[in-house]
């Protein structure tokens, strides 16, 4: 199975930079699209970036232009630098993964316990 264990979170002033790291274990990580999720206090969760197994990204509108989501297979990590850091970007962030190669866990989506992200204004 996959264990996924996010860090880097913390507080924050509006303008900041963050950058959260996931380190993944028990699987094979480059067989793994991975994504960033947050979920914002009284809200649902939603997708903020993901990166495919060939290195391909996508960000959701509010976050495009100020986070970057990077994956290295070498040490089994994905990490989402964020800049200019908003009060709304606030949330709990998660790492996703989710096997899309071959493999006995194909199909299989995976969650780790989250971090938390504060923005002050």
């Known amino acids: 199975q996959v264990q996924l264990v996010e860090s880097g979170g913390g507080l924050v002033q509006a303008g900041g930079s963050l950058r959260l790291s996931c380190a993944a274990s028990?699987?094979?990580?480059?067989?793994?699209?991975m994504a960033w999720y947050r979920q914002a206090p009284g809200k649902q969760r939603e997708l903020v970036a993901a990166?495919?197994?060939?290195?391909?990204?996508n960000y959701t509108d509010s976050v495009k232009g100020r986070f970057t989501i990077s994956r290295d297979n070498a040490k089994n990590t994905v990490y989402l630098q964020m800049n200019s850091l908003k009060p709304e970007d606030t949330a709990v962030y998660y790492c996703?993964?989710?096997?899309?190669?071959?493999?006995?866990?194909?199909?299989?989506?995976?969650w780790g316990q989250g971090t938390q992200v504060t923005v002050s204004s």
């Open positions: 028990g699987s094979i990580f480059s067989l793994n699209a």
């Open positions: 990166i495919t197994v060939g290195g391909s990204t």
């Open positions: 996703n993964a989710r096997r899309v190669v071959g493999g006995p866990l194909y199909g299989h989506n995976f």
